[in-house]
């Protein structure tokens, strides 16, 4: 049997030492709640402590009020200070009996008290009658207060248990149970005063309001340019904020497969009318004079190219400025002189449209002011355009000066009410920046018509069912009706002339025939087409369709024939949307959705054709055919399709009848998808000697690299192991200088070792190059100095060889190392250079019968124009592996050729894991910053001071990166770098990886004079994540 200390008997229960701790928790507990509920009470009053011993009290000794005797005995015994020690034997029943017949009280924490100091108060024989009905009143008064007063801040409704409550309590009251409802309503009053204000973001239904959505339409356009098509594109694009606009990037759902399926077969839609116009006006003989010195024939065609001169056709090309080809390139353009052949127009001069891309517009713009003496601003119908009335709106009144989102009835005031206008188009900039500059001398004058055009795009070979089913050709004007009365009075004046009766009738029969090509690639590259069209809302299909070719009307039709061979005539590239005084008309004579729909709503059979005769919107339109891919041997002809210009505020109008015929839509990431298909280089990033392209690129690259600091250490690739100085960027100058000394080195090593070095003053050539044949003994000891010196052995030594070129090189070449970085673009060496890449251009070597050899005189000859050139160049592994951008273009040594030849599955070498030299400065870094935070912070407390950020110093060290300039950016790794990759993805037209990116020109020359005829061509690409190098084939497409 377990010791128990029996502290009383009462009843016939016995407290035991469990039964007492339990007791005492009891006690603490109680004496802290009733403390807690007493905190607040009037000082008047009081409460002794008995009040919690008698409780306990009644509980263990059966309690009721002590008698007389009793409180004698707590008097005389409470002045001893008992005490009770915890003892493992039972107490005699004697002490028992005497300690439960005093009534000790405890001495101990949460124990009864009798007294301020231990002694018990006796209870008074008489009280005050007033004073203690005063105490009372006050408890009263307080826990009537504390009664009344919210302990939580639940509402009424929340009080009641759950299965008692209902959703309708919270705003309606007799929900609620009679004897809350009053204290509800209370609630609901107090609620009411305290609500705040409307947040400026209103409701759904507040915006719905068309003067709302208007204004907050125009409101969130002075950043960022909305297109036409924004609403549509922000409902189902990722968008992105690019260039001053608001462009759709990718689309929300998983289409990068079905893009690619649309491109090939289908049809794919873009809308590209964020693209620039520039146009100029002026005699043909000054315009080709000022802009003939911002391109070379070197490069292909010129704006004074015979068909594009015409207007037939659409021309391309890349623009320089003034007479610094082949160096400071602006940018490539494409353009289109209007038609020659123009009824009624009687005006000698020419006018021509430049298109080019945004971040181009201002370098462009610029030195064609400078060229021409463009200089005077001019007051054009462009300079300020008026904002348009949306839908509905031409009868409504301005709103009054209420508060937005008000109920307010719409009053009918007629004529005089004033609209809210909407923004659209070039409405959009600023108006009080000219848009129109002339020249007196020249007799020029260039506008700025960026916003005044849309430009849609359908790419695949479905473009001409689309068109042929989602337009047609407007109706010639009979003249039943007063032209004054109609608001297309100019189509009225051209229907008049017999002339232009008989245009609008062969452009339409040319229109209809392209429903009888399979394919936009089969018509002459450029053909442009004018149109005037109808209204397509009126002939919109009623639910979704895909248009299909019908080739089998058009078999045997002789002009179909005829189409392919010559193209469109002359005659049918005019249009209407040339003159700015018809596209303004159109744009402002345009019948609202809401009248188009209330008229379908008002005829007698529902769904038939909606008739509205000389009040219908005709619409001039150019049609210009993009030929696709136009370089190489494979997939000629893929991607093309056809532009659409329209005026402007007319986009949403074409763009649904198009979505209706069942195209596909894409985005900017669908543009470049499009182009590293058609092995085309992409604006902006793909042109590294262009300002544009080097902000491009410095703006990724801060993007790429934000991204990469929000990832730890740990689960981020360490870049400076794997071998990779520039994760981010290309350093493409650095590229090109590293390879230029690299030969000068070589190259002055050699001329040193032979015994007639005064015979070879140039000091400028390619390494291991003979001078009749290109394979030598010679060239096999340079391949193998390259291959066994990975890190550059004696690099000081090969500083000091520089140092010393530096004295000796003669004017010509020292102004030709200091230029700029440029790329190769002349047609006649790239055809060269694609002659030498290989086995891949063996076909295209024999109809070219002047092609040199690969000699030292021809390749000498190529880099004393071009010392520091890039060349464009495509890819394709020959075995696994996607290559992404960023990916290292890198020179194969005789072991991996040698291995390749022996074993076909060798899919290439492993490159090192390299040393990381940052991580114990990195370390120290942090172990000073450490100590001068803390030094600081002890400085801030000795002042009396605040503790401030450290100085600002040298910008800190991330551990993974490569820190301060590159080490010998070509020699880095056990590979020669000889480029680096802009585009790269698997590729779904040849079932592997393909790339698209630029090398050196003189380290190319290098590595194909290096290698046999059998496996010239072959190059290694390495990711920047990855140790391991690929096998795939260099080419050059002209």
């Given at each position: ?603 007698l059979v529902p769904g038939s054709q909606l008739v509205l005769g000389p009040h219908e919107s005709k619409i001039p339109i150019l049609l210009i055919q993009q030929p696709g891919k136009m370089t190489g041997e494979d997939r000629l002809g893929w991607g093309s399709g056809w532009d659409v210009l329209l005026p402007k505020a007319w986009g949403m109008a074409f763009w649904i009848p198009f979505i209706y015929q069942g195209v596909r839509v894409g985005g900017l990431k669908e543009a470049t998808v499009h182009s590293q298909y058609r092995r085309s280089p992409n604006i902006p990033g793909d042109f590294p000697d262009c300002l ?347």
């Open positions: 049997m377990r010791p128990q200390l029996a502290l009383s008997r009462c009843g016939g229960s016995v407290l035991t030492r469990g039964s007492l701790g339990a007791s005492g928790r009891m006690s603490n507990a109680k004496e802290r709640k009733h403390a807690k509920k007493m905190r607040n009470q009037p000082t008047s009053v009081t409460l002794s402590s008995g009040f919690v011993s008698d409780r306990g009290g009644k509980h263990h000794f059966g309690g009721g009020r002590p008698s007389q005797s009793q409180k004698q005995e707590l008097h005389s015994e409470a002045s001893q200070q008992w005490q009770i020690k915890m003892s493992p034997h039972v107490l005699p029943e004697s002490d028992v009996s005497e300690q439960s017949s005093s009534k000790t009280m405890f001495k101990k924490k949460g124990g009864w008290k009798a007294g301020p100091e231990g002694t018990s108060q006796e209870i008074p024989k008489y009280i005050t009658a007033s004073t203690f009905a005063q105490a009372r009143a006050a408890e009263i008064s307080a826990m009537l207060k504390a009664v009344a007063q919210k302990s939580s801040n639940s509402l009424v409704f929340q009080t009641l248990p759950r299965h008692m409550r209902r959703r309708a309590m919270s705003h309606n009251v007799k929900r609620l149970p009679r004897r809350l409802q009053e204290i509800a309503k209370k609630e609901a009053e107090k609620a009411t005063h305290q609500k705040k204000e409307h947040s400026k973001n209103k409701c759904h239904k507040a915006r719905r309001c068309h003067v709302n959505r208007t204004l907050e339409f125009n409101h969130r356009q002075k950043k960022n340019i909305w297109l036409e098509t924004h609403i549509w594109h922000a409902k189902r694009f990722h968008m992105v904020k690019k260039w001053g606009y608001c462009l759709g990037e990718r689309p929300t759902a998983k289409s990068h497969r079905a893009c690619y399926r649309a491109m090939t077969s289908l049809c794919l839609l873009q809308d590209l009318s964020y693209y620039c116009c520039l146009e100029l006006k002026g005699q043909e003989e000054e315009l080709l004079k000022a802009l003939s010195q911002m391109c070379s024939t070197d490069t292909g065609l010129t704006f004074a190219a015979v068909h594009c001169l015409s207007g037939k056709r659409q021309g391309s090309l890349v623009l320089y400025r003034a007479n610094k080809y082949p160096r400071e390139m602006l940018g490539p353009v494409t353009f289109v002189w209007k038609s020659k052949k123009t009824p009624g127009d009687t005006s000698e001069d020419r006018q021509l449209w430049i298109w080019l891309h945004p971040t181009l517009k201002l370098a462009v713009l610029e030195e064609m002011k400078t060229l021409c003496q463009c200089s005077e601003p001019v007051n054009s119908s462009v300079c300020v355009p008026e904002p348009l009335l949306t839908a509905a709106q031409e009868s409504q009144p301005e709103p009054a000066d209420d508060k937005i989102g008000k109920k307010r009835k719409r009053k009918d005031d007629g004529e005089g009410a004033k609209g809210t206008k909407k923004t659209i188009g070039g409405g959009a900039r600023d108006p009080s920046q000219p848009r129109s500059w002339g020249s007196a001398a020249t007799g020029i004058v260039i506008s700025d018509l960026t916003m005044e055009m849309n430009r849609f795009r359908l790419i695949g070979p479905l473009s001409h069912c689309i068109l042929t089913s989602a337009l047609s050709a407007a109706p010639l004007h009979t003249g039943e009706e007063d032209a004054e009365e109609t608001p297309h009075h100019w189509w009225s004046v051209a229907c008049k002339s017999p002339d232009g009766v008989l245009l609008h009738r062969r452009q339409e029969a040319a229109f209809q025939l392209l429903g009888g090509i399979s394919s936009p690639a089969e018509i002459p590259a450029g053909t442009i087409l004018g149109l005037t069209v109808r209204d397509p809302r009126v002939n919109l299909p009623p639910q979704r369709s895909r248009a299909l070719p019908h080739p089998e009307r058009y078999q045997d039709n002789e002009q179909v024939r005829q189409l392919l061979l010559e193209g469109v005539p002359v005659e049918c590239a005019h249009s209407f949307i040339w003159n700015r005084d018809i596209c303004r008309s159109v744009t402002e004579n345009k019948i609202s959705d809401q009248d188009l729909n209330r008229m379908r709503s008002e005829l544009a392209g080097a902000l491009f690129a410095e703006d990724q690259a801060k993007d790429l690299l934000e991204n990469y600091k929000r990832r730890p250490p740990a689960k981020r690739p360490n870049y400076v192991k794997l071998g990779t100085l520039a994760p981010f960027h290309c350093p493409w100058e650095q590229l090109t200088q590293d390879w230029e000394s690299r030969v000068q080195a070589q190259e002055a090593a050699t001329v040193s070792s032979m015994p007639c070095a005064q015979d070879h003053p140039r000091p400028l050539g390619v390494a291991g190059v003979a001078e009749e044949i290109c394979q030598s003994p010679h060239e096999a000891s340079i391949a193998e100095n390259q291959r066994t010196g990975p890190e550059v052995p004696g690099f000081p030594a090969q500083a000091a060889t520089e140092m010393v070129l530096e004295q000796s090189v003669s004017e010509k070449h020292a102004a030709a190392a200091g230029s700029q970085l440029c790329v190769l673009r002349s047609r006649k060496l790239l055809r060269q250079l694609s002659a030498w890449c290989g086995p891949s251009s063996e076909a295209r070597r024999a109809p070219c019968r002047g092609q040199q050899e690969l000699t030292r005189k021809a390749c000498l000859s190529i880099l004393d124009d071009f010392p520091r050139a890039l060349v464009w160049v495509s890819l394709s592994l020959l075995r696994k592996g996607s290559p992404q951008p960023r990916t290292m273009i890198c020179v194969p040594s005789k072991e991996d050729l040698l291995q390749l030849s022996q074993d076909q599955c060798f899919h290439g070498p492993w490159e090192s894991r390299h040393s990381d030299p940052f991580k114990s400065l990195i370390l120290k870094e942090k172990e000073k910053k450490k100590m001068e935070k803390r030094q600081n912070r002890e400085q801030a407390v000795s002042k009396g001071l605040a503790a401030g950020a450290p100085p600002a110093g040298r910008e800190a060290l991330v551990q993974g990166l490569w820190s301060g300039p590159f080490p010998g950016l070509t020699s880095h790794c056990s590979r020669v770098l000889l480029g680096f990759v802009t585009q790269g993805d698997f590729s779904m037209a040849v079932g592997c990886g393909e790339a698209l990116g630029f090398v050196s020109v003189t380290g190319l020359l290098e590595m194909l004079s290096s290698q046999s005829a059998a496996s010239r061509g072959l190059v290694l690409l390495r990711p920047p994540t990855s140790l391991q190098y690929r096998f795939a084939r260099i080419a050059i497409e002209v």
